[in-house]
């Protein structure tokens, strides 16, 4: 704030008023909340990205560190929750419902590919039918041509013409070998 106040152009306008544009409100409400109190809620994973970009903006380091501390918990959930032995307990529609929600986060899509063929495999879900309905929510689209590479070299995918069209398909869309963006995009 400092540094928007002492601009040449605020200190002699005469206002008292500074706008910052391209801010959200929730995000700068969080921001002042941590000037303040020293602490802010960020539980809220849908406005950590607006909060990490006011932080940086306004030059709050602490709250910066926060923010990316809560960013990178979120990225482990789901990296924590496969590795429970619960994970293997989610019924059929638990999972579906986990690894189709536009708001889970992971570093890889390959986790989340993994994941199901661990649950699949456990629960004897490998017929095409059924593995092509768990894979379904898998962004095979957001994998690097090597990853993919290695998704259709799984001994289940290879038995599964249903997810080998699938894996296929992502594949040939592949141009270029630049990975896609997080998982935490919407579906295209």
């Known amino acids: 704030m400092r540094v928007h106040l002492k601009q040449q152009n605020f200190a002699d306008s005469g206002t008292r008023e500074l706008v910052i544009s391209d801010l959200s409100a929730v995000a700068f409400e969080v921001a002042l909340e941590f000037v303040y109190k020293g602490k802010a809620m960020l539980k809220?994973?849908?406005?950590?990205?607006?909060?990490?970009e006011a932080a940086s903006r306004l030059e709050i380091a602490p709250l910066l560190e926060a923010v990316s501390a809560a960013i990178q918990h979120r990225l482990t959930r789901f990296e924590a929750l496969v590795e429970n032995p619960s994970f293997l307990g989610l019924s059929r529609e638990r999972l579906l419902a986990l690894v189709s929600?536009?708001?889970?986060s992971v570093k890889s899509e390959r986790i989340v590919f993994e994941a199901v063929l661990q649950w699949a495999r456990h629960h004897g879900a490998t017929s095409d039918g059924q593995l092509a309905e768990l894979l379904a929510p898998v962004r095979f689209g957001f994998m690097p041509r090597e990853q993919l590479q290695y998704v259709l070299s799984e001994p289940l995918v290879k038995a599964s013409p249903m997810v080998l069209i699938?894996?296929?398909s992502a594949l040939a869309d592949k141009h270029d070998a630049t990975p896609q963006m997080a998982r935490?995009?919407?579906h295209a």
Request: proline share 5%; glycine share 0%; no cysteine.
């Open 184 to 186: 935490s995009s919407p």
């Open 44 to 52: 809220d994973d849908t406005r950590l990205q607006s909060v990490l």
């Open 101 to 104: 929600d536009d708001e889970l």
């Open 166 to 168: 699938d894996v296929a």
